[in-house]
């Protein structure tokens, strides 16, 4: 019934950026949170970013910080992830997720109710 899509991934450079965004469509929902997951084979699915609803709170992975920035633009549904001096390290799938309620665990992939369908990221060295 809610659907967030992914997009934005392909193939990029060590060193280089990218911009992901994903948009929630089909039954309105309001959450304090919005994250982004990503799951390399054979590893577990890891958390990535986080927004809070305004915006003016932010949770990364220590592995992204200083990297990765996540946004949001809650008149458009869509939160983002921008990308940069990515290394191979961060070759994976990319899911965006959102929770059905607040006061969630953010950093915990079981408190999230929908997920994307993922979008590839692959860095070359």
């Known amino acids: 019934q809610v659907q967030l899509v992914e997009s934005g991934g392909g193939l990029v450079q060590a060193g280089g950026s990218l911009r992901l965004s994903c948009a929630a469509s089909g039954r309105t929902f309001s959450v304090s949170v919005r994250s982004w997951f990503r799951q390399a084979p054979g590893k577990e699915r890891e958390f990535v970013a986080a927004?809070?609803?305004?915006?003016?709170?932010?949770f990364y992975a220590d592995s992204v910080k200083g990297r990765f920035t996540i946004s949001r633009d809650n008149a458009k549904n869509t939160v983002y992830l921008q990308m940069d001096s990515l290394n191979p390290e961060d070759t994976a799938v990319y899911y965006c997720t959102a929770p059905q309620r607040d006061g969630i665990v953010v950093m915990t992939s079981t408190s999230y109710d929908y997920w994307g369908q993922g979008t590839q990221v692959t860095v070359s060295s």
């Open positions: 927004i809070t609803r305004s915006g003016t709170s932010r």
